[in-house]
């Protein structure tokens, strides 16, 4: 077994090897095997009842934070082929997964294909109607056939499931290996199907081998969801808390903290558990599929699907559970909920070997099907059925993958997340110094105690002080009120901790189809092409219209479309086809009789009329660049019928010249289409040709020459509603804004001028430049930038476009340009990082890497987009924000109903973050507080009585927590990002002038209090601690507003308390019960605090005086300190 070199923790361990292989990116992880044990078992359970629970509590806490030491607390380490459960080691996230492993008997063997052969490195064997079915991925290259044997000739297989996907136990090799679809990569022995379907036998195998065909999460009890989301280090130290305190005699007191924390915890659970089952809603359904098995058809449960079954979508539900290819006919499939644009599109079988399609399954392919389409009809020729073949079922499917990505990102280590532990061991520390401190008072000082177990239960109380019972509550609340308000502006957030990651964001990437501009892309008009007879020219722009003449550009509309017939009547405006068939008036002729489809024009003469028949088609893709029909225009005039058969075709500009006669294109073809591309307008060539055939014909081949060309068809982008102001505002914020689209330069940047994401053309600002960066490869390999200014063509040096003697201007790149300089790496691609406004032409994978460098060098980074084809950045972004509530939506934390959610998500990411600090520091202030008043009366043998402590942190401030987070958002919104980390010298600082202020106040009072006539010290008992004196009574009433007083001046970074009026009515009780318990309490509050009131009510007076400069010199402080903090107080929050 290979040991692992890893230099992590995890480098001794026994039996570690790098086996586990993820799909794609080929990435190893580490893994050990454990099994259960008797002694480990018996051991474990003898100290949980032991502790009464307590040990089991640890280790939960520890199967979710610690899960390598769980694993050896409860079981022992064995070889793999003997392992019960497996623990992963994820070394990117420093993380790790306790996996079970599961066997599962095979009940019969696979029957195989004699042709294939080891060495055919695809997925697919070239055999004359056989199609190969599926196994691992990434297998060793060595000894294929003992390998391949894994699924033959064992009675059963192990397997875990890691992330949601299945890895198979390979004893020849002693790994676990992905387990993949039809679409790995693998040279190994597949089951024989055939157009017949599967055996059943094979059926019963695969589906042990696969699972069912479904997503589904487990849907965890209630104490699994306790484990799993609640139970945190504040939760276990309160644990401790209640221990300690109960061992020191204060039960009602641990009372109260059982009660409040299972109020909470529950309200906590009951959220947490909605929301996990309103995911499970989303997954949960149930399609009927008819499927061919044996040669027989078979309708089942979507759930019975494995990969190699051949479905006949004809007869099956309308939505697809499975990713596949087209087999046989051809079928309309609505892809918006994958990519974001309400547009069918046609997938059909195609021609030639099989075997060379499958690695290309992507959503442009022509004959690629996914999950979670929708089938909105199919036409095939003769009634034979539509067929496709399932590749992959479940969770390796895309949206299954999709899934995975958003429920187990690997979530960057957040700042925020680290200092928040270090602030949890700071004051730890603090109150460990304190139990120290105390100890030696109680052993060693004039003030000692003679019971020594009695002292150490005292000391130990001041540790719990250090992390006070309110503050899980107050984070609760705070996400709680964090998610009402993104509610309220109809936000969906799926992951709230992300929302506290807005309030660092740097830099928002937008994509632009669905997101900058409406999906539906407007039509301008139309440029024909005269052809005169000395030489073609081209005619002004026309507007598509009802009254149009007769001519092929009009047929051209009318027909050359990849819309079915049943959406031609249709009024809304859902695609460029349908807006530019409804602009023209022409509907569906729905009399019988009719051979092929036909159209007509809105208004006919009686003598005069004229028909459109739509004989065959070819439907667009991306490969093609084109889409052609065979058209039939009938004339009839009086009673005489004439008819023309042609051709027409649209496309790429350059696709569709290269189709005609050159004699028919002008010669300025070139200028024009540049004009109008640079204006950022997306064009489409027509041309037509005379077409001869027969009705009989059984095939047609269309024509790729000789065409005559008609013109172009002008599309324009529309702006998304908001999408200018949308950009401005961040920009004020001082936001840096990206554009990342697949779309083509030209339109990008015009559309990023529109919006303000780059300035405009020629401003004379030399800080306004467009540079486009070009990056090739040189014969030998070497990098080569060239920069040209985009307006007017200049070329510059690398060297001097971005130099150090001028500020970088503003970068546009295309996808194949950043692939290079991906590649290359080094300061170019920083600096392209960090100055690129506009990337065009980018893949899925390259938005990916765009946003995954920008966090790399320091830019926290928000997604914003619409389809799948931004899933992946969304995942891979620090925050991701989804416009397309489907399929995206499950990519992303957040999701919004428009782009105009981007600032109000990110402005209230800001105002949570400065809320999660102001928590912090009011909680470490009020702690530190506790500490020190407690510290201090144990050295004169006086400690706070049980009810004041009931009263202190069961009403006061666990009535503050509820309401502290209630809030409209920011009213003073930073213009830069924030400094999130505790440890800056300002905050610090902060904190530190406000205790110390605190403190000389406390101080002050008490030996004021000398000072009085009627003071009368108390006599001291070494035996035990009093909690009734005078110097207790005025400790607590000094305690009881200073423990208020953190709310109140931290609550000037977001929003003043008087602007919070839950808050203010809280403040106005709270203050009012203290003022009465130190101006004139009745006899029953003295009795129940044991106070000892003053005789003199100036000196009661006084002690508030002194309260009131308290509060109104940390006021002060604070306020010159927020500046420092990042927060700058003339930016008035007036857009959200």
């Not at 079970?100 to 063997?109: D, N, P, Q, R």
């Not at 003469?605 to 004989?615: A, L, N, Q, T």
């Not at 990023?752 to 020629?762: T, W």
């Not at 009627?1014 to 035996?1023: D, E, G, S």
Request: hydrophobic fraction near 40%.
């Amino acid at each position: 077994m290979e040991q692992t070199t890893n230099s992590n923790s995890y480098n001794d361990r026994l039996f570690l090897s790098r086996c586990i292989l993820h799909s794609g990116d080929g990435e190893e992880l580490p893994i050990q095997g454990f099994k259960f044990d008797t002694k480990y078992t018996v051991l474990f359970w003898v100290l949980a009842v032991i502790t009464v629970g307590l040990f089991y509590l640890l280790y939960a806490f520890l199967t979710v934070y610690a899960p390598h030491i769980a694993a050896h607390l409860r079981y022992k380490s064995v070889p793999l082929e003997e392992a019960e459960f497996i623990l992963v080691y994820e070394e990117r996230s420093n993380d790790c997964t306790l996996c079970e492993v599961i066997t599962v008997e095979i009940k019969k063997s696979l029957n195989y294909s004699s042709t294939t052969t080891p060495a055919s490195n695809s997925m697919f064997t070239a055999t004359e109607g056989d199609i190969n079915s599926p196994g691992l991925s990434n297998p060793p290259e060595s000894d294929i056939t003992e390998y391949s044997a894994l699924l033959s000739d064992v009675p059963h297989i192990k397997y875990i499931i890691y992330r949601y996907t299945r890895y198979i136990y390979s004893r020849p090799f002693n790994s676990f290996y992905f387990l993949s679809g039809l679409d790995g990569d693998n040279p190994m022995k597949r089951p024989k199907v055939s157009m017949q379907g599967l055996k059943l036998d094979d059926v019963n195998t695969l589906h042990d081998i696969y699972g069912p065909n479904e997503m589904k999460i487990d849907n965890n009890t209630y104490l699994q969801l306790f484990i799993d989301n609640i139970l945190d280090l504040f939760y276990l130290f309160q644990i401790f808390t209640l221990v300690v305190w109960i061992a020191a005699g204060f039960y009602y007191y641990s009372a109260g903290i059982v009660i409040f924390s299972t109020l909470f915890i529950g309200a906590a659970l009951i959220r947490i558990k909605s929301y996990s089952d309103g995911m499970m809603a989303e997954l949960d359904f149930t399609e009927t599929v008819t499927v061919i098995r044996e040669g027989a058809e078979y309708e089942i449960s979507h759930r019975q699907l494995v990969p190699g079954d051949v479905v006949v979508i004809n007869k099956s539900s309308k939505y697809l559970t499975f990713d596949g290819i087209m087999i046989k006919g051809q079928v309309y499939v609505d892809m918006a909920s994958l990519k974001g644009v309400t547009i069918p599109v046609i997938k059909s079988a195609q021609s030639g070997d099989i075997s060379g399609r499958i690695d290309k399954l992507s959503y442009d392919a022509p004959n690629s099907l996914y999950s979670g389409s929708k089938v909105v009809g199919g036409y095939w020729e003769d009634r034979e059925e539509v067929l496709a073949l399932v590749v992959n079922t479940g969770f390796l499917t895309e949206k299954g993958r999709t899934f995975c990505k958003a429920t187990t990102p690997d979530v960057y280590q957040y700042s925020i997340d680290e200092d928040g532990l270090t602030y949890f061991k700071f004051l730890i520390v603090i109150g460990t110094i304190s139990f120290i401190v105390a100890m030696i008072l109680f052993s060693f000082g004039k003030n000692y105690l003679t019971d020594k177990i009695y002292a150490l239960l005292q000391a130990l109380r001041l540790v719990t002080l250090s992390i006070p019972p309110s503050l899980p509550l107050a984070l609760t609340m705070a996400y709680i009120w964090s998610s009402r308000r993104l509610q309220r502006e109809e936000i969906g957030c799926r992951n709230y901790r992300r929302i506290y990651v807005g309030g660092r964001i740097m830099c928002v990437v937008f994509d632009k189809t669905g997101t900058l501009t409406k999906n539906i892309t407007a039509t301008i008009g139309y440029v024909p092409v005269h052809q005169n007879l000395d030489k073609p020219t081209f005619s002004g722009l026309r507007e598509a219209s009802a009254d149009m003449i007769d001519d092929d550009i009009l047929y051209l509309m009318v027909s050359c479309h990849d819309l079915k017939m049943a959406q031609l009547s249709l009024d809304d405006e859902s695609s460029p086809d349908r807006i530019i068939l409804a602009s023209t008036g022409w509907t569906v002729n729905k009399s019988m009789g009719n051979r092929y489809p036909r159209l007509e024009p809105p208004r006919q003469s009686p003598g005069h009329k004229v028909f459109v028949d739509i004989i065959r088609r070819i439907p667009f893709n991306s490969a093609l660049k084109y889409t052609a029909v065979i058209a039939r225009i009938l004339k009839e005039a009086y009673k005489q019928c004439n008819y023309y058969n042609k051709c027409y075709v649209k496309g790429e500009p350059e696709t569709i010249i290269g189709f005609c006669n050159p004699e028919s294109v002008p010669v300025e073809t070139q200028d024009v289409i540049a004009k109008y591309t640079k204006q950022g307008y997306i064009l489409v060539a027509m041309a037509y040709k005379d077409f001869d055939f027969h009705d009989d014909s059984k095939s047609i081949e269309f024509p790729k020459h000789g065409m005559t060309f008609l013109g172009l068809l002008i599309f324009g982008d529309e702006l998304a509603e908001g999408a200018e102001g949308v950009i401005s505002s961040l920009h004020h914020k001082k936001f840096q804004t990206v554009m990342c689209t697949g779309d083509n330069i030209h339109t990008a940047v015009h559309v990023a001028r529109q919006v303000g994401i780059l300035p405009p053309a020629n401003t004379g600002n030399p800080a306004d430049k467009v540079v486009h960066i070009t990056a090739t490869l040189d014969t030998f390999g070497g990098l080569v930038i060239d920069a040209m200014d985009y307006d007017d063509g200049t070329k510059y040096k690398p060297e001097s476009a971005w130099g150090d003697s001028w500020s970088p201007p503003n970068f546009v790149v295309e996808g194949d340009s950043w692939e290079v300089l991906d590649n290359a790496g080094g300061s170019h691609l920083d600096r392209i990082i960090i100055a690129g406004k506009v990337f065009a032409r980018m893949t899925p994978r390259q938005k990916k890497n765009l946003v995954e460098l920008k966090h790399k060098i320091g830019y926290e980074t928000c997604m914003v987009g619409d389809g799948s084809n931004d899933n992946e950045a969304l995942v891979e972004a620090d925050i991701g924000i989804s416009l397309n509530s489907r399929e995206s939506g499950l990519s992303a934390p957040f999701h919004g109903k428009s782009i105009t959610s981007v600032p109000i998500l990110l402005n209230e990411g800001r105002t949570a973050l400065i809320q999660l600090l102001a928590i912090f520091e009011s909680t470490g202030c009020g702690s530190v507080l506790g500490i020190f008043t407690e510290t201090f009366l144990y050295s004169m043998l006086m400690e706070l009585g049980e009810a004041e402590w009931i009263y202190i942190d069961l009403f006061v401030v666990m009535s503050i927590d509820l309401v502290l987070g209630y809030t409209d958002g920011l009213q003073i919104i930073p213009t830069s990002r924030l400094q999130s980390s505790f440890w800056n010298a300002m905050r610090i600082t902060s904190n530190s002038v406000f205790i110390v202020v605190c403190i000389l106040v406390q101080i002050a009072v008490i030996f004021y209090l000398y000072a009085q006539e009627w003071f009368v010290p108390t006599i001291i008992n070494h035996n035990y601690i009093t909690d009734s004196s005078y110097e207790i009574t005025y400790t607590f009433y000094v305690l009881i507003f200073q423990v208020t007083f953190p709310a109140i001046v931290y609550s000037l970074e977001s929003q003043p308390i008087y602007r919070n009026y839950p808050a203010l009515v809280v403040f106005f009780l709270i203050y009012c019960i203290n003022t009465y318990l130190i101006m004139c309490p009745f006899e029953f509050t003295v009795e129940l605090f044991r106070l000892k009131v003053s005789p003199s009510v100036l000196f009661r007076a006084e002690v508030l005086g002194c309260l009131l400069v308290n509060v109104i010199l940390n006021i002060l402080t604070e306020y010159g300190f927020i500046s420092y903090k990042g927060l700058p107080r003339e930016d008035k929050a007036d857009d959200k």
